[in-house]
């Protein structure tokens, strides 16, 4: 067989044989069989579990006397907008962090981007901490800048997972970024609720209290920007910037392999490939634009930018990235999480203390409910549990919604109607965490291209946090003045959600990042000249060798890169 004989969709799909013919069938498995890459994503969930940390704690000390006294915001609780730029500041500095993330996991790498994160996140807390005398600002500053850090965070921790996870297991390393998520909001609920009697619940309750669980939170960061450089960086990121060798060396590091492994070669050979293909047509797009100045690089990061609207297929991907973040947000998630103590209040629970504890359970469930996900999602795939996830979610808001329709104002005689509705809260908690908490994370890392994905993921993250901050801001004020209709409305946001998954995204099971590409028509659906070069570079790096057990040749190996070379220069000078 000859490279020449074959056409670019044949090889395609001989390299889909060749690589599942090799790999362990998606669950517990292909964990197993892949722990250390799997295990490098569990301490990079760190990230998730800061995040939902703060997320869970800082919803339960807002009602704290002594939090109120020390922040001064006893003052705004007459006043919905206030309270909601209080709780929304945080998803406003995520979304400046994670725009800018773009540009800084590129420059700096995946793990220099996640300590950058960390450093902020930590400046954040200190800030908070030293709030005195009623001042609302440190409050207001802290949160901005721990948003700025978790911003960060939640962009490059599921970039960096699914870089370097095999295919198997992707879903499982991203839906463990959520998993962390649940389970620090888990501990904050559990945790705060225990300081919540520290020198007692009414007015001499002491600063302890809230500052305890504020500045514990300090910790993890510390140890996850300490320990970080300790693994790997991403092969597909070292890869990007022509580190080949080394790009080798971590993948087979973290695939417990040797170097001349031939299912190794492929994986490599197939980010290779990518990576030339994404070069060569940067080059001929951008001929005036490669002589690596800082002007240079800035207009280059402009039009790569400004393609992700222009170019269809790159559109299509931006467009699925988004609109899934969109209506995970407004599944009304964040407001169950944010407002909790308030909602089982307006429900006839009586005490911020039951309330409190009512507040625990839904990070109990939320965090039980996402395990089965990360052992679900690569074997029944990303659709059909955001699908499910989006339908139970929407009949526990209408049954909400009718429940408060009906009893307003008279849970007092009616208790039984009002815990009905707790637990169908507690439901809607196990609904999104096997479903639209992790699998959303999972599509927006999975449909980008190798030199367009730290932009589009920051791209998916920023309106993830967009309407995050619009949902913390708005709901206060909507809850107040529309009462159920607030939960009629989420309702039809789950409705509408289930119905673009179903009919507008593609399912991503079981692919690899690069075959991805023909799903979203990037080599069929662009001009024949691009898809010829495209089978020209699968065909000169040697991997149609490699597909006929030629491991002996030279050109799999990464530290021949004159082909490389040949290839770019060529078709730029063709032009």
């Not at 047509?281 to 951008?286: D, G, I, M, N, R």
């Not at 307006?346 to 990360?374: D, E, H, R, W």
């Not at 549990?385 to 919604?401: D, K, T, Y």
């Not at 809850?479 to 607030?486: R, W």
């Amino acid at each position: 067989m000859h490279g020449g004989d074959l056409e670019g969709s044949e090889i395609q799909k001989l390299i889909v044989e060749k690589r599942l013919g090799a790999s362990v069938k998606p669950g517990f498995g292909a964990i197993i069989h892949n722990k250390r890459s799997f295990g490098v994503c569990l301490f990079t969930a760190l990230g998730g579990l800061l995040y939902g940390y703060n997320q869970g704690m800082f919803g339960q000390i807002s009602g704290m006397s002594s939090f109120s006294k020390a922040a001064g915001v006893g003052r705004i609780q007459d006043n919905p907008t206030l309270q909601g730029l209080l709780t929304a500041i945080l998803e406003l500095g995520a979304w400046v962090g994670v725009l800018a993330n773009g540009f800084v996991a590129d420059k700096i790498g995946r793990r220099g981007a996640i300590v950058s994160g960390c450093f902020f996140f930590i400046l954040g807390v200190i800030i908070q901490a030293v709030v005195n005398g009623g001042n609302y600002n440190y409050i207001l500053g802290g949160r901005f800048v721990i948003g700025i850090g978790v911003g960060q965070m939640s962009a490059t921790v599921p970039l960096y997972n699914a870089e370097v996870s095999s295919t198997e297991i992707r879903g499982a390393a991203l839906a463990v970024f959520q998993l962390s998520i649940t389970l620090g909001i888990m501990i904050s609920y559990w945790f705060t609720y225990g300081t919540n009697f520290i020198g007692g619940t009414g007015e001499n309750q002491s600063q302890a209290a809230w500052l305890v669980p504020m500045c514990i939170q300090a910790l993890p960061a510390i140890i996850f920007a300490g320990f970080i450089y300790c693994f790997p960086e991403s092969p597909r990121y070292l890869i990007n910037i022509g580190q080949e060798s080394k790009a080798l060396e971590n993948l087979a590091w973290l695939r417990e392999t040797h170097k001349d492994d031939e299912i190794l070669q492929l994986e490599f050979l197939e980010m290779k490939a990518q990576k030339i293909f994404e070069e060569t047509l940067e080059k001929q797009a951008y001929p005036d634009l490669q002589d690596g100045s800082v002007s240079s690089q800035f207009k280059m990061n402009f039009y790569q930018y400004k393609s992700m609207v222009t170019h269809k297929p790159t559109f299509k991907r931006v467009s699925i990235a988004c609109l899934t973040m969109v209506f995970q947000q407004w599944t009304g998630v964040n407001f169950i999480l944010y407002y909790a103590p308030f909602i089982f209040a307006s429900l006839g629970l009586s005490g911020n203390t039951t309330s409190l504890l009512a507040s625990g359970v839904v990070g109990i469930v939320m965090f039980v409910a996402t395990v089965p996900a990360v052992l679900w999602v690569d074997k029944l795939g990303r659709k059909p549990l955001l699908v499910s996830g989006a339908i139970v979610m929407g009949i526990c808001h209408f049954v909400v919604a009718g429940i408060l329709g009906s009893f307003e104002g008279k849970f007092a005689e009616h208790a039984g109607a009002g815990w009905v509705a707790v637990v169908f809260i507690w439901i809607f908690a196990a609904a999104f965490g096997y479903s639209w908490g992790p699998c959303a994370w999972v599509i927006i890392s999975e449909v980008f291209p190798l030199g367009l994905r730290a932009k589009g993921v920051s791209i998916g993250a920023s309106a993830n946090w967009l309407c995050n901050f619009a949902v913390a801001m708005s709901t206060p004020d909507f809850v107040a003045k529309t009462k159920f209709g607030a939960y009629i409305f989420l309702g039809a946001m789950c409705v509408l959600g289930l119905l673009y998954i179903f009919f507008m995204v593609p399912e991503t099971k079981n692919k690899t990042l690069d075959e991805l590409d023909e799903v979203f028509g990037d080599f069929e659906g662009t001009s024949r000249k691009e898809a010829e070069l495209h089978e020209r570079i699968l065909k000169e790096i040697g991997l149609l060798d490699l597909l006929n057990g030629d491991l002996a040749s030279s050109d799999v190996k990464p530290e021949v890169e004159t082909k490389e070379n040949e290839l770019v220069g060529s078709e730029v000078n063709s032009q």
